[in-house]
C-alpha cells in the first residue's frame, strides 16, 4: 500500500540558481527554499545580495554569490564558495539568460556571442563544475531553462532560438551521460512569461509604442494560449521544484513545457 509521503521536500539539500537575482530564478530560490534546500543566489546583477537577505530574514538559508556565467574562473570560484560554505550540491538550475530580438541578419557577432555565451556556455560551465560533485555524492537533479521558443522556433530571435534548442538537446545528452551516475537531467520550457527580459523584448520588437502599453503588451501575449494568461515566474518555479525533487524520481531528458498550452 502507497503511503503519503512529503516528496517535494528539499530539506538538507543545497540548490544553485543561475540568474537568481530576479524573475524566474528568483521565484525559484524563494520556492525551493520554502521547501527546506539552502539557496545559492548566482548573479551578475548585485540585487542577488538583497534578496538573498530576503530569504534569510524568513529563516531559511541563502548566500548569494556573485558569478559571470560566462567565465570558467567565475564559475569554479563560485562552485568552490559553495561546497566550503555547504558541503555538497543536490540542485543544479541553470536558468541564466539573455536574448537580443533580430533575425541573422540584423544580429551582430557581438549579440550572438553573448546570448550563446550566457545562454549556452552558462549552462555547460556550471555542469561542468558541478557534475563532479553530484558523482562523487551519488546523485544529483540538474533543471536547465530552455523554451518554447527551442522547441518550435519564433520571429526576430534567432540567437536565443538557437541557444534554447541547443540547451534542450544538451539536456538530453548529459541525460544518457549522467543518468548511471543517479543523476537526473531535466529542461523546464516556459512561454511568455511577466519578467523583466520579456519586457524588454517588447521595447526592441516595437510591440511596446506610443499605441501599445506594457501592460497592454503582457495582456496580449496570454491571449493566443488556450490558459489565456500570460505566466508568472512562480508558474515555471513550480515546474523546477517538481523537476528537482523526489517526486520525480524517474524523470530524465524530458523537456517538460510550461506555456500555457502555447505549443498545444
Not at 548569494?64 to 567565465?71: A, E, G, K, L, M
Not at 570560484?77 to 537580443?100: H, P, R, S
Not at 524520481?249 to 510550461?258: K, P, R, S
Given at each position: 500500500?502507497?503511503?503519503k509521503?512529503d516528496?517535494?521536500s528539499?530539506?538538507g539539500?543545497?540548490a544553485?540558481?543561475?540568474g537568481g537575482a530576479s524573475g524566474?530564478?528568483?521565484?525559484t530560490?524563494?520556492?525551493?527554499?520554502?521547501h527546506?534546500a539552502k539557496?545559492?543566489?548566482l548573479?551578475?546583477n548585485?540585487?542577488?545580495m538583497e534578496?538573498?537577505a530576503?530569504?534569510?530574514?524568513?529563516?531559511r538559508?541563502?548566500?548569494?554569490?556573485?558569478?559571470?556565467?560566462?567565465?570558467s574562473?567565475d564559475v569554479?570560484?563560485?562552485?568552490?564558495?559553495?561546497m566550503?560554505?555547504?558541503g555538497?550540491?543536490d540542485v543544479?538550475?541553470?536558468n541564466?539568460g539573455?536574448?537580443v530580438?533580430?533575425t541573422?541578419?540584423d544580429?551582430?557577432?557581438?549579440?550572438w556571442d553573448?546570448v550563446l555565451?550566457?545562454?549556452?556556455k552558462g549552462?555547460?560551465?556550471?555542469?561542468?563544475y558541478?557534475?563532479?560533485?553530484m558523482i562523487?555524492?551519488g546523485?544529483g537533479?540538474?533543471?536547465n531553462?530552455?523554451s518554447?521558443w527551442?522547441?518550435k522556433?519564433g520571429?526576430?530571435a534567432a540567437a536565443?532560438?538557437?541557444v534554447?534548442?541547443?540547451?534542450v538537446?544538451?539536456t538530453?545528452a548529459?541525460?544518457?551521460?549522467?543518468g548511471p551516475q543517479?543523476?537526473?537531467v531535466?529542461?523546464?520550457?516556459?512561454?511568455?512569461?511577466?519578467t523583466?527580459?520579456?519586457?524588454?523584448e517588447?521595447v526592441?520588437t516595437?510591440?511596446?509604442n506610443?499605441?501599445t502599453s506594457?501592460?497592454?503588451?503582457?495582456?496580449?501575449c496570454?491571449?493566443?494560449r488556450?490558459?489565456?494568461r500570460?505566466?508568472?515566474?512562480v508558474?515555471?518555479?513550480?515546474?523546477v521544484?517538481?523537476?528537482?525533487?523526489?517526486?520525480?524520481g524517474?524523470v530524465?531528458g524530458?523537456?517538460?513545457v510550461?506555456?500555457?498550452?502555447g505549443i498545444a
Amino acid at each position: 500500500m502507497i503511503q503519503k509521503q512529503d516528496l517535494l521536500s528539499l530539506e538538507g539539500k543545497v540548490a544553485i540558481i543561475t540568474g537568481g537575482a530576479s524573475g524566474i530564478g528568483l521565484a525559484t530560490a524563494q520556492l525551493l527554499s520554502a521547501h527546506g534546500a539552502k539557496i545559492a543566489l548566482l548573479d551578475v546583477n548585485r540585487q542577488g545580495m538583497e534578496e538573498a537577505a530576503k530569504i534569510c530574514k524568513e529563516g531559511r538559508d541563502a548566500s548569494f554569490f556573485r558569478c559571470d556565467v560566462t567565465s570558467s574562473k567565475d564559475v569554479q570560484k563560485a562552485v568552490d564558495a559553495v561546497m566550503e560554505k555547504w558541503g555538497q550540491i543536490d540542485v543544479l538550475f541553470n536558468n541564466a539568460g539573455v536574448t537580443v530580438r533580430k533575425t541573422v541578419v540584423d544580429l551582430t557577432e557581438k549579440e550572438w556571442d553573448f546570448v550563446l555565451d550566457v545562454g549556452l556556455k552558462g549552462t555547460f560551465l556550471l555542469s561542468k563544475y558541478v557534475i563532479p560533485i553530484m558523482i562523487a555524492q551519488g546523485s544529483g537533479s540538474i533543471i536547465n531553462t530552455g523554451s518554447g521558443w527551442g522547441l518550435k522556433g519564433g520571429d526576430l530571435a534567432a540567437a536565443y532560438c538557437a541557444v534554447k534548442g541547443g540547451i534542450v538537446n544538451l539536456t538530453r545528452a548529459m541525460a544518457i551521460d549522467h543518468g548511471p551516475q543517479n543523476i537526473r537531467v531535466n529542461s523546464v520550457n516556459p512561454g511568455d512569461t511577466d519578467t523583466t527580459m520579456l519586457r524588454d523584448e517588447g521595447v526592441q520588437t516595437g510591440a511596446v509604442n506610443d499605441g501599445t502599453s506594457e501592460e497592454k503588451y503582457l495582456e496580449e501575449c496570454g491571449t493566443d494560449r488556450p490558459l489565456k494568461r500570460i505566466g508568472m515566474p512562480v508558474d515555471i518555479a513550480q515546474a523546477v521544484l517538481y523537476l528537482a525533487s523526489d517526486l520525480s524520481g524517474w524523470v530524465t531528458g524530458t523537456a517538460l513545457v510550461v506555456d500555457g498550452g502555447g505549443i498545444a
